[in-house]
């Protein structure tokens, strides 16, 4: 379940560098594993959802919709994870087990390039 909340609140609570955005679904593969915690409203309805993730010891929070928040996330290099990515969904060959390790892999190997 999908908490609602706003984004003064989502500013507030996370340290500027940490918070992170990116286009309507231009990472719905990559992050298709991970669960949204939060979503926001705006005067036309739904702006975005939020990711909470983990890594190196630090949480970061994806913010991903019509209208996300936070530091911009390079569309190039986000092309091309989300491009990985898709590949990855749509082998045929592989199990479960084998994919959500694939993407947790290429989700890390995301966060240190958006980190840098």
Not at 15 to 41: I, T, W
Not at 99 to 116: A, P, Q
Request: one cysteine or more; a positive charge; glycine letters at 6%.
């Amino acid at each position: 379940m999908r908490l609602k909340t706003t984004k003064r609140q989502i500013k507030k609570n996370t340290h500027p560098d940490n918070l992170l955005s990116v286009g309507y679904c231009d990472l719905q593969y990559l992050l298709r594993f991970e669960k949204p915690f939060a979503y926001s409203m705006g005067v036309n309805g739904w702006a975005c959802d939020y990711y909470e993730i983990e890594f190196d010891n630090q949480t970061y929070i994806i913010s991903t919709g019509y209208n996300p928040i936070g530091n911009r996330i390079d569309y190039d290099l986000a092309k091309n994870f989300e491009k990985i990515a898709r590949s990855y969904a749509r082998s045929k060959y592989t199990t479960y087990e084998k994919r959500k390790k694939g993407y947790d892999r290429l989700l890390n190997k995301f966060m240190e390039e958006v980190t840098k």
